[in-house]
């Protein structure tokens, strides 16, 4: 519901009855048919492979909470768009990727806002902290 606030009746946050519902859905039924996903095995293996090699070269801690959000943006961007964001080859973050993430993150902080006292006021600042990032998802 919050994410729907910065990109509307989009992909994935279209509700019933709109237009858009429709749309999204039949642009994603084609992809999660069994031979479509089939087609992905590869091409997350060799993510997740890329992911244990950077983890093998690693001399000391590694931080998997980060990691798995890679691997998820990684995995999601080749799969789905073929594109490949550079994850764990390159220093250089690709620009979508903390984007999306702060979308997503600023979503989930404002989805209970409306239950508390100053709620609109946090909300609020949480959108200037994250508008950079917002502005660029959509």
Do not use: C
Request: charged share 25%; proline share 4%.
């Amino acid at each position: 519901e919050a994410l729907r606030e910065f990109v509307g009746d989009a992909l994935f946050t279209a509700y019933d009855g709109e237009p858009n519902w429709q749309r999204a859905h039949d642009l994603l039924m084609p992809a999660f048919t069994k031979d479509s996903m089939r087609g992905y095995h590869t091409t997350m293996l060799d993510t997740a492979r890329e992911m244990f090699d950077v983890w093998d070269a690693v001399d000391g801690p590694i931080d998997v909470t980060a990691d798995m959000t890679k691997l998820t943006m990684e995995t999601i961007s080749r799969t789905a768009f073929s594109r490949d964001f550079g994850s764990f080859t390159s220093r250089e973050v690709h620009p979508f990727v903390p984007a999306m993430i702060a979308a997503l993150t600023t979503g989930m902080r404002k989805s209970s806002l409306d239950t508390i006292p100053g709620g609109k006021r946090i909300a609020r600042k949480i959108d200037a902290e994250n508008a950079d990032h917002l502005a660029y998802v959509d």
